[in-house]
């Protein structure tokens, strides 16, 4: 490899090749390098395909191929780094996920695949379509490892017949002719995984899509990506994402949150009780009532995306940023609004709503906490939490005002759901109520 990349660390090995992570000396970029053996390609010849099949493919969730160097032993592929976690990694981390979110990456993968199967004049199959093989990049997805990808032509076999198990189609290992339907074979199971991790009714409702894209027969399957993705694009157009029962119909439909005066914490207990309410089977929108970008800033640090709607999404969190006075308010139908008017509080008193008021417990803020305290300590449908986990001031306030007030504890992260602040929702919403 030449002297314009300095290694820096290794990315992994396997029997035939090996992956850096170099820096290109002049342009202070990252790139991956797969160095492959050239004793190991006279019995291996397809492992130089995946150069020939990268370097004319130009798609956001396709690694760009940016050299090829060779010397007396290797050949050096000099690619894209793509930096983030696998979609394995991602899921089996999480407790649940949502099911917007995995639709939602489950058409980029479409997407993806799409771009393969229509390249001209030969199309493209992946073959060994798996989680692993999926990187979570913030907002997309990146599909790695072309290793036993190849062209379908005219003249015979060109595919692989090894591929994993648990992913690869059975024609794979029946010596079959693979063809496009085997990729979608590959995105079946990898939509199988994502809904291990959702709720019991919306793995029901996409188990008919999973079942057909992983028909054992492939003439049963859906005959091309773009059938399938019409089908996950209805789960979204028809409502599927709104999981609920009949009982839904008598509860709770909107809770106000506010606080008495900035960074006293209101945003980031609106966000927890929201991704609360959801992990917890009840489905709840989070909506931004105030002028900040307070949500959106957290949620792009975290890796969330946007909807065609406007709806922010990051794991069992869905919400609503503010967009302006002359955009009209997104209108819950079934289901439960968490609404942070930030410091508005004078709107919200005026409506006669459930309402949670976040109060400031350090010195310089208690002024203003006792000043509405008398305002407000007579309305109903209130409660009171005390931020920063101040437990004593808040039995001083409860005992003060004869109201009661929860103590909300230390908290870095809104969308992670810690066992404490599990116990004081469930607490609040029980003696509630609510």
Same mark, same amino acid.
């Given at each position: ?20 992570? /170099? ?88 997407? /993806? ?137 008598? *509860? ?32 709840? /929108? ?95 449908? *209130? ?21 009661? /007030? ?29």
């Amino acid at each position: 490899m030449s002297d314009k990349y300095r290694i820096v660390s290794s990315l992994g090995e396997g029997n035939s090749s090996q992956v850096f992570l /170099v820096e290109h000396r002049k342009l202070k970029a990252f790139r991956a390098v797969k160095c492959l053996k050239k004793s190991a390609l006279l019995l291996q010849p397809q492992l130089l395909l995946e150069t020939d099949i990268l370097k004319n493919l130009k798609h956001p969730g396709i690694p760009t191929i940016y050299d090829v160097e060779e010397d007396d032993e290797y050949y050096y592929i000099i690619e894209e780094y793509v930096q983030g976690q696998s979609m394995e990694a991602y899921v089996l981390r999480q407790n649940c996920i949502s099911i917007d979110m995995a639709v939602h990456m489950a058409l980029q993968i479409c997407d /993806v695949m799409k771009y393969l199967h229509n390249q001209k004049p030969y199309p493209i199959i992946y073959q060994d379509l798996k989680p692993e093989h999926i990187i979570l990049c913030g907002k997309r997805i990146v599909l790695i490892d072309f290793g036993i990808s190849s062209y379908i032509t005219s003249h015979g076999n060109t595919f692989q017949y090894f591929g994993t198990e648990g992913y690869a189609p059975p024609e794979k290992y029946q010596g079959n002719r693979c063809d496009i339907r085997s990729d979608i074979y590959g995105v079946g199971k990898v939509i199988e995984f994502m809904a291990s991790k959702l709720r019991a009714e919306e793995f029901q409702f996409l188990q008919p899509l999973i079942e057909k894209a992983t028909a054992y027969h492939m003439e049963e399957r859906y005959p091309a990506v773009e059938v399938l993705e019409a089908d996950l694009h209805g789960c979204i157009a028809c409502g599927s994402l709104n999981f609920h029962n009949e009982k839904s119909k008598h *509860l709770l439909k909107e809770i106000a949150v506010a606080g008495t005066q900035m960074r006293v914490g209101t945003t980031h207990i609106a966000i927890a009780l929201t991704c609360f309410m959801n992990q917890y089977d009840r489905s709840c /929108v989070y909506q931004e009532y105030h002028e900040s970008d307070c949500m959106r800033l957290l949620i792009n640090e975290d890796g969330g995306y946007m909807r065609n709607d406007g709806m922010i999404i990051y794991e069992k969190f869905r919400g609503i940023p503010y967009y302006g006075e002359g955009i009209e308010k997104w209108s819950p139908t079934e289901e439960l609004s968490i609404q942070d008017y930030g410091t508005d509080l004078q709107d919200v008193l005026e409506e006669n709503k459930h309402l949670v008021i976040v109060m400031g417990c350090r010195p310089w803020e208690k002024e203003q906490t006792k000043s509405l305290l008398e305002k407000i300590s007579l309305r109903k449908n *209130l409660v009171l939490i005390c931020n920063y986990e101040s437990r004593i001031e808040a039995k001083n306030i409860a005992r003060m005002y004869r109201h009661r /007030v929860y103590s909300f504890p230390l908290d870095a992260d809104p969308f992670h759901m810690t066992r404490e602040k599990r116990k004081l929702f469930q607490k609040l919403l029980r003696q509630e109520g609510w």
